[in-house]
């Protein structure tokens, strides 16, 4: 049974920086996408970023040039590295993979929560 331990949130001042963590047990299977997605109080979960095993990125347009999405290679791991943090940021981070795919994912972590307030 896939597992995920998920890591790094908590509280940040606005501009501020975090290190999301996600690290996957429970098979043998290099995972293709990884991914962090967020959802905020009242709104729908959204895709931040994702990773393929290949070396593929993809970035929301709202996150690009703050967040940077890295993988371990040859390992179920996942960071997302994150700058420059607003108040809109706040949000539960969820950790996701697939073994095939990069936008659709099967399994989901149980998320962490990010806060950005002064």
């Known amino acids: 049974q896939v597992q995920f331990v998920e890591s790094g949130g908590g509280l940040v001042q606005p501009g501020g920086s975090l290190k999301l963590s996600c690290a996957l047990s429970?098979?043998?299977?290099?995972?293709?996408?990884m991914a962090w997605s967020r959802q905020a109080p009242g709104n729908e979960r959204e895709l931040v970023a994702s990773a393929t095993k290949d070396g593929r990125t993809y970035y929301a347009d709202f996150v690009k040039g703050r967040f940077n999405i890295s993988r371990d290679a040859g390992k179920n791991t996942v960071y997302l590295q994150m700058n420059d943090l607003s108040p809109e940021d706040t949000a539960v981070y969820y950790c996701?993979?697939?073994?095939?795919?990069?936008?659709?994912?099967?399994?989901w972590g149980q998320g962490t929560q990010v806060t950005v307030s002064s």
């Open positions: 429970g098979t043998d299977e290099l995972m293709y996408g």
């Open positions: 996701s993979v697939d073994a095939y795919r990069q936008f659709h994912f099967k399994h």
